[in-house]
């Protein structure tokens, strides 16, 4: 079970990048696309908490930084997803989220991680604009939560699925 | 006190991640971050160890963007054909107006015919030194949430592309080849925060460094720094690429863009002067990477005489 989920989970990944990088640019406002890499590991986070959710963040952020057409420093989304998985899977884990609860964790996720992503290249002296930043990051946010309604419940719904013990419950 | 009474309710049917109650365990986010930190120290040496690691990436994505972007392609036309008739005249109107109007301006202009006669010598040269065009397809663009311009094409190492080759299309100059993969290849857009070319005033020859500004759209614009402080660039003046030995990165006499507005201040040595390139970065789609004539390709090349080979 555990290689189906890791399996699917990277497969998941696999298809929000392709996603994220071939079509999501035709729609794009100013280049700023959705994160939908990032969508998945929230969904992760929401339905198995964060143990796998900062394990999928790091495989994740990773492909992300390998990818074409990728050319920053490798490691900074590795970081940043790392960091969304951890704060998305402190989120209600207690209680099947409710709708608000989603939007609000992805809002929040879709913040941090543009920022930590953006903070690390602060570090290494990408010569990055405040203004700039500022507005990659909320349009950012309001892209991901945009996509949420489309994107969270099926992988909520498949990450929920592949632990049969939660599905009988 | 009222939520975790809910809550309590709730929990009958949805039972929360039992595995990890207490969160998740302390070493393994504390490795995981170590990690993140391992792949970035590693990335920022010189000769990185990490580009294997892309290169492997970019050969299972590449060949994945170029399907998804193949399949992506005929909706994004769709926009075109609901393009009206009347939209198309204002477009001709338009195109026959600044067609008059750069007519007028090269008649009253007065070139200074040596200049001139240099210029197209130089442009002479880049000719006969034979260079061919791979043509290719945008098939990814990198987020603006990862602060770097670059984007996917559909011609790798197959199609006779290595690193450090110029990319142009039919309006100016694009950018430059990063990295190979067998079927794809990244290319750094010269709007990048990173990107530094050389270019040269058409009008007046003098040389200078042209920085981008990370910025797509409208606002996507170039910075010129001038090398000679007391060159000033005039308005509507045309850039063009200097070019260096080899013919890499950029090849010499590619036009970049135009200058918008030219800012000399005391402080600052040199003049600087906004350029606006030609080429359009939110809508790339068809490139062509220059490549020495004669390079063994899978596809069609574009030959300096127009031709296909």
């Known amino acids: 079970m555990n290689a189906v989920r890791a399996l699917v989970a990277a497969a998941a990944v696999a298809v929000a990048l392709v996603l994220q990088v071939s079509f999501f640019p035709h729609l794009a406002w100013d280049g700023i696309v959705p994160n939908?890499?990032?969508?998945?590991?929230?969904?992760?986070?929401?339905?198995?908490?964060?143990?796998?959710?900062?394990?999928?963040?790091?495989?994740?952020?990773?492909?992300?930084?390998?990818?074409?057409?990728?050319?920053?420093?490798?490691?900074?989304?590795?970081?940043?997803?790392?960091?969304?998985?951890?704060?998305?899977?402190?989120?209600?884990?207690?209680?099947?989220?409710?709708?608000?609860?989603?939007?609000?964790?992805?809002?929040?996720s879709s913040f941090v991680g543009t920022s930590v992503f953006a903070l690390t290249g602060l570090v290494f002296g990408d010569p990055i604009g405040i203004p700039q930043m500022l507005e990659v990051v909320l349009v950012g946010v309001l892209w991901d939560v945009l996509l949420t309604p489309l994107v969270l419940p099926p992988v909520m719904a498949m990450f929920r699925h592949l632990e049969p013990d939660r599905s009988l419950a | 006190m009222r939520l975790g009474r809910l809550d309590h309710r709730r929990e009958r049917r949805w039972r929360g991640p039992h595995d990890d109650q207490q969160g998740p365990s302390r070493g393994l986010l504390v490795a995981l971050v170590l990690a993140c930190l391992t792949v970035m120290s590693l990335d920022s040496l010189d000769s990185s160890p990490v580009d294997p690691a892309r290169r492997a990436v970019g050969e299972v994505f590449g060949p994945a963007e170029v399907a998804s972007a193949a399949a992506v392609r005929p909706f994004t036309a769709v926009p075109n054909w609901f393009r009206s008739k009347d939209s198309m005249q204002q477009d001709l109107l338009d195109l026959q107006a600044e067609n008059s109007d750069l007519r007028s301006k090269v008649a009253t202009q007065d070139y200074n015919r040596n200049r001139l006669e240099e210029y197209d010598g130089l442009t002479a040269a880049a000719q006969s030194l034979g260079y061919s065009l791979v043509p290719a397809r945008v098939v990814g663009l990198g987020p603006s949430q990862s602060f770097s311009r670059t984007v996917t094409i559909d011609a790798g190492s197959d199609a006779g592309v290595h690193p450090d080759l110029t990319v142009v299309n039919n309006d100016g100059l694009v950018g430059r080849v990063l990295r190979v993969t067998r079927t794809t290849s990244t290319v750094l857009l010269i709007v990048d925060a990173d990107s530094v070319v050389g270019g040269r005033v058409g009008r007046s020859m003098e040389v200078g460094f042209l920085h981008g500004r990370g910025v797509l759209g409208n606002d996507g614009r170039l910075d010129l720094e001038l090398v000679d402080d007391t060159a000033v660039p005039a308005k509507h003046d045309t850039v063009v690429t200097w070019g260096s030995e080899a013919g890499g990165p950029y090849v010499a006499g590619v036009p970049v863009g135009k200058v918008t507005t030219v800012y000399s201040s005391l402080r600052e040595t040199a003049q600087r002067a906004v350029i606006d390139p030609f080429v359009d970065f939110g809508a790339l789609d068809l490139v062509g990477i220059v490549v020495p004539a004669g390079t063994a390709s899978d596809r069609a090349i574009i030959e300096a005489d127009g031709g296909l080979r």
């Open chain 1, 36 to 108: 939908v890499c990032l969508l998945v590991v929230v969904g992760a986070a929401l339905t198995r908490g964060p143990q796998f959710a900062i394990v999928l963040g790091f495989a994740a952020g990773l492909a992300l930084d390998l990818a074409p057409p990728a050319d920053h420093l490798a490691g900074r989304w590795a970081l940043a997803l790392v960091v969304v998985g951890y704060v998305a899977g402190r989120v209600r884990r207690d209680a099947q989220p409710s709708a608000g609860t989603v939007v609000a964790t992805v809002a929040a």
